[in-house]
């Protein structure tokens, strides 16, 4: 009769399904490497990684596929072409080619200034003839205007002046041309207060605007209006105001 053999797990011979008796081909290297992670979560996060994958895949096809703009600048020209608004027909000879001369612009000429012409000098209220010393320039025996008219013109001064002796003579002598050109009547000299009263009425009437043709034309109709007695009760009436007793 054998001896009785001892029934404790450590003492038995190794079985099969004992630890000692593993191998490494049954031993699962995940579950050594991370011992809490079971098959599960391993799928789950090797499908989360190949959805990752797979986006970051479509984004970048999705940016390498979308086409780059070219500036019309940057395209390079076409060769062997040319534009049609650039074509020109070659000229028959080579004059053809030369521009025509260009035509000299002629300025307008300048509008000449009124102030100097007889017109505006002798009735315009702007003339000059209003401030400048007109007695002195006509009565100067060097520099006069005596001197510079000719004797057509002196004799038809003569005709205006009175008939004196003096003056009878002098038309003769500017008649015949004998008439010295420094020969002037009395009643042009500077010494003949007359004369001076009547330069300086007309300088009054032309700075006043009394030799103007408007002025001139209604003074004329009052003229005559006056002389067909228009104004006769006018008159009578202005009398009795002022110089009439009650």
Not at 44 to 57: D, I, L, P, T, V
Not at 200 to 216: H, I, P, V, Y
Request: net charge positive.
């Amino acid at each position: 009769m054998s001896p009785p053999v001892a029934s404790s797990p450590l003492s038995s011979v190794a079985s099969p399904g004992s630890p000692s008796a593993w191998t490494t081909k049954d031993i699962d290297t995940t579950s050594i490497d991370n011992p809490i992670a079971s098959p599960k979560s391993a799928d789950s996060n090797a499908s989360r990684k190949r959805s990752h994958a797979e986006a970051n895949g479509a984004q970048n096809t999705t940016t390498e596929t979308k086409p780059k703009r070219v500036k019309k600048s940057d395209q390079p020209p076409p060769t062997g072409t040319r534009s049609s608004g650039r074509i020109r027909k070659a000229p028959a000879r080579f004059g053809d080619s030369c521009e025509a001369p260009k035509k000299s612009v002629v300025p307008p000429p300048k509008r000449r200034s009124k102030i100097f012409e007889p017109s505006f000098l002798l009735t315009n209220s702007m003339s000059r003839l209003g401030k400048t010393d007109i007695f002195h320039m006509l009565v100067d025996p060097q520099k006069g205007a005596w001197i510079c008219l000719t004797n057509d013109q002196k004799l038809k001064i003569l005709a205006l002046l009175p008939k004196s002796r003096a003056n009878v003579q002098l038309a003769a002598d500017l008649a015949s041309g004998t008439a010295a050109i420094d020969d002037i009547p009395k009643e042009l000299k500077i010494n003949h207060t007359v004369f001076r009263a009547d330069v300086a009425k007309f300088q009054e009437d032309l700075t006043s605007g009394c030799l103007t043709a408007s002025w001139l034309a209604a003074a004329e109709r009052a003229v005559i209006a006056r002389a067909a007695g228009e104004y006769d009760e006018w008159k009578a009436q202005e009398i009795e105001d002022w110089w009439g007793q009650n």
